[in-house]
């Protein structure tokens, strides 16, 4: 069982979300690793390591079950990174909203990358913070939708910090300022996209900070043409830390998860 879903995705907008309650054998503590700038292919790989793990747990524990013995319980990770100028493809992308051939990918110092995510084409690099949450939704909740909610809800409370409104837009997963319906300048400050194998997620959000925007003029964001793209340093008017941001959003998400950052 795996469900894609990422930019473009018709789901309900919600204005509030429900912190899920504990029930017997889940682990909501996150393993939350700063891995700082790194380059994508590696980041990739690691994703596809954790997840690989967690889903041999998960079996095993079913076989457990099925013998009555003793299970183990599964972990959930969270990798916030910065990643060197890259373009990335959805499985459902088309490859024509890339507008850059590989010479011109190379005169910008950008790499580009086919990947198993839904959705169409985005662009992360540095000063932009990625988030790659490996979690088990049999920790939490069994819904994809909902957990994208979730995701949403934590970029829009740490926006709030800097006095951003922001919020979703119908049939049009991430965050975007200037959402309301008839609003003159719709633009997306976070996108999302992601994988589900088993329960078990991987890929994540991508908010912009201090991210260079000219590299969104070489492709057509999320397949998104006709609305702009946007950062918190150009909102608020000055640069802000990267860390600063990334320490805010895990408070939230770990209070709309319910979870705690497990010691390191």
Known sequence: MDFLSACA????VTHSVVTPAVTLGQNRKIQVRRLGLVPYEPTWELQEQLLASTL???????EAQEADAPTQG???YLLLCEHPHVYTLGKSGKPEHLLLDEASLAEHGA?????????DITYHGPGQLVGYPIFDLDNFFTDIHRYLRVLEEAVIHTLAEYGLVAGRIAGLTGVWLDFEEGAANPRKICAMG???SRWVTMHGFALNVNTDLAYFSHIVPCGIADKAVTSL???VGHPVALSEVQERLLQHLTTLFGAEVQPE
Request: aromatic share 4%.
């Open 111 to 119: 790499t580009f990358h086919r990947i198993n995510r839904g959705g």
């Open 9 to 12: 995705t018709p789901t309900p």
């Open 74 to 76: 599964t972990p959930n």
């Open 194 to 196: 992601v994988k589900c």
């Open 233 to 235: 340093q150009q909102e």
């Open 56 to 62: 041999a747990i998960k079996a095993s524990n079913r």
